[in-house]
């Protein structure tokens, strides 16, 4: 009997293991400001820019497969437990260009606060993705 408890609690396990992060969860990647040390104001700006609308397309798509892989999740424990060979693996390349992403957007940041540019970043990325959402959510 605990010999099937050990395999269930294993099996368990690796599937969880297997899981997509969510995108709140995936840590910047650390990204050095000399990158961006010949940027003026205005490049840094069109930078931020470009990070932001890119990190927010990813945010969406990365939560959408976090939140399939639960529900798959929750179906395998529950009733048909081959259904976790569905999972797809863990974190791919999208994940990986996130957190590259947001290593970028903190560094272009330092940069434009060393330069005194007035543009206003947040402290934390994820604002950003959660203004547009609540913005998305009001205009639907």
């Known amino acids: 009997m605990k010999i099937h408890q050990t395999i269930g609690a294993g099996l ?82 999208e994940a990986t260009e996130y957190a590259r992403l947001r290593g970028e957007y903190n560094a272009i940041s330092e940069v434009s606060i060393s330069k005194k540019c007035q543009l206003q970043f947040k402290e934390d990325l994820g604002d950003v993705i959660k203004e547009e959402n609540q913005e998305d959510a009001i205009s639907n």
């Open 12 to 93: 368990a396990v690796l599937m969880l293991a297997g899981c997509a992060s969510s995108p709140n969860k995936i840590a910047a990647q650390y990204v050095s400001p000399m990158a961006y040390q010949s940027y003026d104001c205005d490049q840094i700006a069109l930078e931020q820019n470009r990070i932001e609308r890119r990190t927010g397309e990813l945010y969406q798509s990365l939560k959408k497969e976090a939140n399939a892989d639960k529900w798959q999740m929750g179906v395998g424990l529950i009733l048909f437990w081959p259904t976790l060979f569905l999972l797809e693996g863990g974190d791919g390349p």
